[in-house]
């Protein structure tokens, strides 16, 4: 060998004198993926790179190993499994007064939960949470044909047709636009506004019209005035409001009272 090809040889260093502090525009996983990449194209190639190359081109070239990497193997969100969950379910009962459109909707989110996609599956659940009369008519009604609910929806549809009271929800809409605080204390108040929205499923209130008729509905005093001056844009909110500033109003009265003492 010739005394230049000697010294050309000499010029190129090795890989151990190559270190990562030599290279603090490349993040630890960069340093990595390169060192694997010289496993697959060669030590040599790496250390032209690195000697030769500008740091964007060194990040590039680290950047597709990773990604190259990335494509082979499953992602870690793939093979995650979503676990069923177990919501509980209120009974149905068949009585006049209970919302069957709301009960679906707690029996629908359950299912979903649950991940039961078989219409046999979601029907046995469902049957389950049934009780008093509501129960009776299910479980007799299969006893005399097990084939009547051949799918959830049909078990719902008949459901509905047996116990759904006649114009339930137009009563519930009709109560609630007509509600008034009166004697009942605000608790009660908000509650019974809650329970009559949550029961009309089918055609819901809009939220403006919630809003109103809540804010209608209360007692005459200083914070139904300043309720209705900030006007809050959804019934939680108006509920929210108005406790706020009947617990200001609460301590401003004892606090005054306590000056005149």
Known sequence: MSENAQVQDNDIPSTAALQKESFPHLSLDEWYALVRLSNIIGESAIIALLCNSSPDDQRRAAQGQLQHEASRSPSHDVQRKVHPLKL???????????????????????????????????????????????????????????????????????????FEPPKCEFRARTEFLELKQDKRDLHTYCQRARYLVSSIVSDPVDMATQVVTFMKGLRDGPVKTQLFREYPGTLDQAITLHCEKSLVCVKQNNTLSQCVL
């Open 88 to 162: 509980d379910v209120s009974y149905y009962k068949g009585g006049e007064h209970e919302p069957l459109l709301r009960w679906f909707v707690e029996i629908d989110t359950a299912i979903r939960a649950r991940q039961l996609s078989d219409e046999g599956q979601q029907v046995a659940f469902a049957m389950s949470k049934l009780a008093g009369r509501a129960k009776s008519w299910a479980y007799g009604k299969r006893l005399s044909d097990p084939k009547c609910f051949p799918t959830y929806e049909t078990f719902k549809e008949e459901l509905k047709e047996a």
